[in-house]
């Protein structure tokens, strides 16, 4: 084991996520149906990181990895994400008392995902918004995520 493998404490704050979550969800730009899915929070790298793996049982949301890490010098958090379609994208990460929030700012394609976690953390809801050609913000994709293990 490599002696950087361990705790990273500044990713403590995330540690209400850790587990395997079911999720179910609605997209605006799909009226009427709901989606269905998996997503884990787990730690890596002996927590030095977080990884994220989800899963969309419907091909119009993708299945996708993110990784969440910190700089302890700015005291800032950030999340690496990809997907199956290849997108590759850095999201500057908030964290609350209650609430993780990422984010990323572009001229063609702004997103934002905030997840509420529940006084038992059992339940996650997200709630996502996005900016398309630095137009206005509109709903996107919102899941429940309900504690499998």
């Known amino acids: 084991m490599n002696e950087a493998q ?8 995330l540690r209400a996520l850790v587990g395997e979550w079911s999720t179910v969800g609605r997209h605006p730009y799909f009226p009427g149906k709901t989606f269905r899915g ?14 994220m793996r989800s899963e969309i049982d419907e091909p119009e949301i993708p299945s996708g990895i993110a ?13 690496l994400y990809f997907d199956e379609r290849g997108v590759s ?18 001229a063609q394609f ?10 038992d953390r059992a339940t996650l809801v997200s ?19 309900a504690r499998a293990r």
């Open 6 to 13: 361990k705790p990273n404490p500044a990713l403590e704050p």
């Open 38 to 51: 998996r997503t884990t929070f787990e730690w890596i790298e002996g927590g030095a990181f977080l990884m």
């Open 67 to 79: 990784i969440f890490g910190s700089d302890d010098a700015t005291k800032e958090f950030f999340m």
């Open 89 to 106: 994208r850095k999201y500057d990460v908030v964290v609350g008392n209650k609430t993780v929030t990422w984010s990323r700012s572009s």
């Open 110 to 119: 702004s997103q934002k995902m905030a997840l509420t976690v529940s006084d």
């Open 127 to 145: 709630k996502g918004e996005m900016s398309r050609n630095g137009g206005a913000w509109e709903p996107d994709l919102e899941l429940t995520y």
